[in-house]
Structures are given as C-alpha cells and as structure tokens.
T-cell receptor, first 117, second 115 residues
Framework: DQQVKQNSPSLSVQEGRISILNCDYT??????FLWYKKYPAEGPTFLIS?????DKNEDGRFTVFLNKSAKHLSLHIVPSQPGDSAVYFC????????????????FGQGTILTVHP | DTGVSQNPRHKITKRGQNVTFRCDPI?????LYWYRQTLGQGPEFLTY????????KSRLLSDRFSAERPKGSFSTLEIQRTEQGDSAMYLC?????????????FGPGTRLTVT
C-alpha cells in the first residue's frame, strides 16, 4: 500500500509565482516529514523538514505546512525560480513513535516541477 | 569530504552475475541507509545500519542481497545472481541522528542495469 502519496505527477508555474506541492499520508505513526529535490543523475537533496509538533516551518523561499488532522502536508516555494525545476519528493518517518527510532523514510512518487522563465 | 559518495556510478552486468556497490557516508554520521529507486517511483527502503550493526531489513531485501558496514564506516551492498528485476538506482544515505538532526543526506546513487 502507498502510505505516502503525491497525487500530482507534474506542476508547471511561471517564474516569480508560488509553487505549491502537495502530499498525503495514511500512517498515523508518521511524526517527521521531509521534502527532497532531485535533479537527473543525482541523488535526492534535502530541502526542509517538519516534526509533528509543528504546523509550519520556513527556510528562505521554502515553507512546509503540516495538517495532522487531514494527514496532509504541502511545500510552498515563493518566488519560484527556473533553477527550482526538478522532481520533488515528500518523505515521512515514524521517527519517535514507531517503537524504534531508526528513521527509515517512506517516499511519495514525486512531482515534477517546471518553472518557466 | 562534504557529502555521501557512491561507487561505481553505473554498473552493467549480465543476469546471474554478482555485483557489489560501495557507499562512503559523511564521516561523522553514525546512521546509514540503503534505498532502491525504480523509474517513476520514489526511493524504497532496503536496510539500515547504526554504526556497524544492521538493525533493520526490508522484505524487499531477498536472500540474494547482503549488506555490511565493517567498523561503522563505509558500507557495501552485494547482489548475488542478479536478475533483470534488480535493475534500478541504488541510493545510500547517512544521517547524524542526534538532537533534532535527523535529515538523511543522499549520495548520487549507483545505477544498475542487468541485461
């Protein structure tokens, strides 16, 4: 079963506008969430994370929002830049609530973001 | 060393051959993970090491797969009697795992093609 889902395979936005990438999860044990960016022929690059005790975390142009009741998180990129064009993965972990704290990540399928100049 | 490195970057092998991949984590990171990624999917967890101890293995890791992390430094992932279904990108990640620092940092991956 797909415990982490990114239902939009792709997203296209204009430079300078906001990009909103969405992610849904089903496992209530997940308590730590991360977003990664991936360029072709490279490994995923960590962007931003949030623990379940928070509902928002900001880092520069990137903000992650967590809605625990809806089991939904989103990544906002403002303003979007052409260099942001990549595949974005949402990932989740049962870091503290899973009985062990191994921190293995469960990933969504990814969303391809294209930012047009 | 500023990141996770993996070697080789590409491996083409014939079905039935054995292959071994190496991962060098960020030096102070005691946690090391292996993931596998196929086309159009996100990475899937394979196995986890804390220092030299292998603490968790996914059911994806069949008997043909074995991983080691001697002395808690670099790690190797071996696939015996490769099958075409093993073709994928194999990713290694490491993390510090203390305080609030649980982010995993990934290497560039090893792309395996089994012909």
């Amino acid at each position: 079963d797909q415990q982490v889902k990114q239902n939009s395979p792709s997203l296209s936005v204009q430079e300078g506008r906001i990009s909103i990438l969405n992610c849904d999860y089903t496992n209530s044990m997940f308590d730590y969430f991360l977003w990664y960016k991936k360029y072709p022929a490279e490994g995923p690059t960590f962007l931003i994370s949030i623990s379940s005790i928070k509902d928002k975390n900001e880092d520069g142009r990137f903000t992650v929002f967590l809605n625990k009741s809806a089991k939904h998180l989103s990544l906002h990129i403002v303003p979007s830049q052409p260099g942001d064009s990549a595949v974005y993965f949402c990932a989740a972990s049962a870091l503290w609530s899973g009985g062990t704290s191994y921190g293995k990540l469960t990933f969504g399928q990814g969303t391809i973001l294209t930012v047009h100049p | 060393d500023t990141g996770v490195s993996q070697n080789p970057r590409h491996k083409i092998t014939k079905r039935g051959q054995n292959v071994t991949f190496r991962c060098d984590p960020i030096s102070e990171h005691n946690r090391l993970y292996w993931y596998r990624q196929t086309l159009g999917q996100g990475p899937e967890f394979l196995t986890y090491f804390q220092n030299e101890a292998q603490l968790e293995k996914s059911r994806l890791l069949s008997d043909r797969f074995s991983a080691e992390r001697p002395k808690g430094s670099f790690s190797t992932l071996e696939i015996q009697r490769t099958e075409q279904g093993d073709s994928a990108m194999y990713l290694c990640a490491s993390s510090l795992g203390v305080g609030s620092i649980y982010e995993q940092y990934f290497g560039p991956g090893t792309r395996l093609t089994v012909t």
